[in-house]
């Protein structure tokens, strides 16, 4: 199976930045829509942002609109995720995860990055 791993998570001031990165394990043909989600300690995971493969069409939650931005390489099957003007409550474990773009699952998960915003 498809294996995720991300990276680029630590400790930042806020208002500061911080870019995210998503790599998938292998060489595949697959196409994925490919998305970020996080956990705060204590909550519930949420979802950030989300990039379909067919058209590039991206959506974020509102929580995050205007500071964040997701992009891909779609030859390298690689994530990102820009996370600009940090707040405190951005503190959470943030998850790249994967589906084929096709189906209405996301099937593949990495183990997560901790991102931490100081006040």
């Known amino acids: 199976q498809v294996q995720l791993v991300e990276s680029g998570g630590g400790l930042v001031q806020a208002g500061g930045s911080l870019r995210l990165s998503c790599t998938a394990s292998g060489r595949t043909v697959r196409n994925y829509d490919m998305a970020w989600f996080r956990q705060p300690a204590g909550k519930e995971r949420e979802f950030v942002a989300v990039?379909?493969?067919?058209?590039?069409?991206?959506h974020y939650a509102d929580s995050v609109k205007g500071r964040f931005t997701i992009s891909r390489d779609n030859v390298k099957t690689m994530v990102y995720l820009q996370m600009n003007s940090l707040k405190p409550e951005d503190t959470a474990v943030y998850c790249c995860?994967?589906?084929?773009?096709?189906?209405?699952?996301?099937?593949?998960w990495g183990q997560g990055t901790q991102v931490t915003v100081s006040s």
């Open positions: 990039r379909r493969w067919s058209d590039g069409v991206t």
């Open positions: 995860a994967a589906r084929s773009s096709g189906d209405s699952d996301w099937a593949f």
